[in-house]
């Protein structure tokens, strides 16, 4: 089983930016492709973004298209969504998840394994 822990999330302006990671624990994080999801209060989990076991394709929700950026280092087992030009509707705890497959990448039903999540606000 593959533990994730996320980290960097918090306070930031709009307009701002913010890297969060994802570290993942054991020696199989190259076999699984990785994901960012979020969830705002009141509202369901939502897909951010996906990235390809080798790192070499990404997907993107439209929200986020052209603002943030998931890339995966395998040699770190870590995952992370680099966040430019936020809004506050971007406020969420985002998660990262994994799964062994390449379908239905925006689904969170279809996820292995999860994070915590890490709390981003942004404020006015």
């Known amino acids: 089983q593959v533990q994730l822990v996320e980290s960097g999330g918090g306070l930031v302006q709009a307009g701002g930016s913010l890297r969060l990671s994802c570290a993942a624990s054991g020696r199989t994080f190259s076999s699984y492709v990785m994901a960012w999801f979020r969830q705002a209060p009141g509202k369901e989990r939502e897909f951010v973004a996906a990235i390809s076991r080798s790192g070499g394709v990404a997907y993107y929700a439209d929200l986020v298209k052209g603002r943030f950026t998931i890339s995966r280092d395998n040699a770190k087992n870590t995952v992370y969504l680099q966040m430019n030009s936020l809004k506050l509707e971007d406020t969420a705890v985002y998660y990262c998840?994994?799964?062994?497959?390449?379908?239905?990448?925006?689904?969170?039903?279809?996820?292995?394994?999860w994070g915590q999540g890490t709390q981003v606000t942004v404020s006015s």
């Open positions: 998840a994994g799964k062994a497959t390449t379908t239905s990448l925006s689904s969170n039903d279809d996820y292995d394994f």
